[in-house]
T-cell receptor, first 113, second 114 residues
Framework: DQQVKQNSPSLSVQEGRISILNCDYTNSMFDYFLWYKKYPAEGPTFLIS?????DKNEDGRFTVFLNKSAKHLSLHIVPSQPGDSAVYFCAASVGQGAQKLVFGQGTRLTINP | DTAVSQTPKYLVTQMGNDKSIKCEQNLGHDTMYWYKQDSKKFLKIMFS???????INETVPNRFSPKSPDKAHLNLHINSLELGDSAVYFC?????????????FGSGTRLTVV
């Protein structure tokens, strides 16, 4: 029973365009969401997070949107750069802390020059 | 200066063997975790420790035994290895048990059981 799902295993975007990565969840108790970025042979690194009291959080080129009624979140990267090519994981937790994160299976983003 | 370091990076071993993976963090964090990335690429929590105290044990077979000698170290010992244990194991740490800024992960240990 996977509570967090990323239904697109891969996404290819042209450099300079917008990348949109999607994530769906089933547990309505989740109230804190995070995105991680992972390069090959490295551990995931924290990118951006959002609390359920917000519907948008922005950090530079990265914006996360949360639609609680649809149990859906998305990560927008604008403009996309070659260094953004990586696997992106969304994660969720119950409670404001990251005590126990439930991860999706990741989406591999490739930015083409 | 690696923040969360795991050793070894790769581990190939035969079924039935016992092996350990070590993890150390130099961030001064109170909480450490073990996650397993399975064949379907999901990262799933196995254990968490806070100041050497076991907090989460996520229905992991008792062949897996974590050991935290101090809050900077969380080792994972696996007895009687099985083929299904093949996976990438990630150690992580966070400043405290309820941390809003996510974890810092190690680079992973790829375990292959043959």
């Amino acid at each position: 029973d996977q509570q967090v799902k990323q239904n697109s295993p891969s996404l290819s975007v042209q450099e300079g365009r917008i990348s949109i990565l999607n994530c769906d969840y089933t547990n309505s108790m989740f109230d804190y969401f995070l995105w991680y970025k992972k390069y090959p042979a490295e551990g995931p690194t924290f990118l951006i997070s959002i609390s359920s009291i917000k519907d948008k959080n922005e950090d530079g080129r990265f914006t996360v949107f949360l639609n609680k009624s649809a149990k859906h979140l998305s990560l927008h990267i604008v403009p996309s750069q070659p260094g953004d090519s990586a696997v992106y994981f969304c994660a969720a937790s119950v409670g404001q802390g990251a005590q126990k994160l439930v991860f999706g299976q990741g989406t591999r983003l490739t930015i083409n020059p | 200066d690696t923040a969360v370091s795991q050793t070894p990076k790769y581990l190939v071993t035969q079924m039935g063997n016992d092996k350990s993976i070590k993890c150390e963090q130099n961030l001064g964090h109170d909480t450490m975790y073990w996650y397993k990335q399975d064949s379907k690429k999901f990262l799933k929590i196995m254990f968490s420790y806070n100041n050497k105290e076991l907090i989460i044990n996520e229905t992991v077979p008792n062949r897996f035994s974590p050991k935290s000698p101090d809050k900077a170290h969380l080792n994972l010992h696996i007895n009687s290895l099985e083929l299904g244990d093949s996976a990438v194991y990630f150690c992580a740490s966070s400043p405290q048990l309820f941390s809003n800024y996510g974890y810092t992960f190690g680079s992973g240990t790829r375990l292959t059981v043959v």
